[in-house]
């Protein structure tokens, strides 16, 4: 898969970018074998074209963290989010 960013590999999926957008597919590790179709997020993930990284990160029991270029406005916001994008709480907002 040529994507052009690193992708890694939690809970079950390879999270991966395609055309400014954060997928996760079913991943079999022990196989290395992909699985199904992907799913993408709602948001926009920003990238860093220099280091082919994009800014999310994952852990093995689900939690993804990503920082979203969608909508952006000044300040920044640390908030919890269901799968649909739902905002459940907010940490801390700067403006």
Known sequence: MNTGFAGI????YLLFMRNQT???QPFDAAKAEIHGEPISLPD???EI???SAAVFSASQNGTLVYYSGANAQPGWDI???DRTGKTLDSLLQAR
């Open 79 to 81: 908030a919890w989010r």
């Open 44 to 46: 926009r993930v920003i």
């Open 9 to 12: 590999c939690a809970a079950g």
């Open 49 to 51: 074209s220099s280091t």
């Open 22 to 24: 954060l997928f996760a």
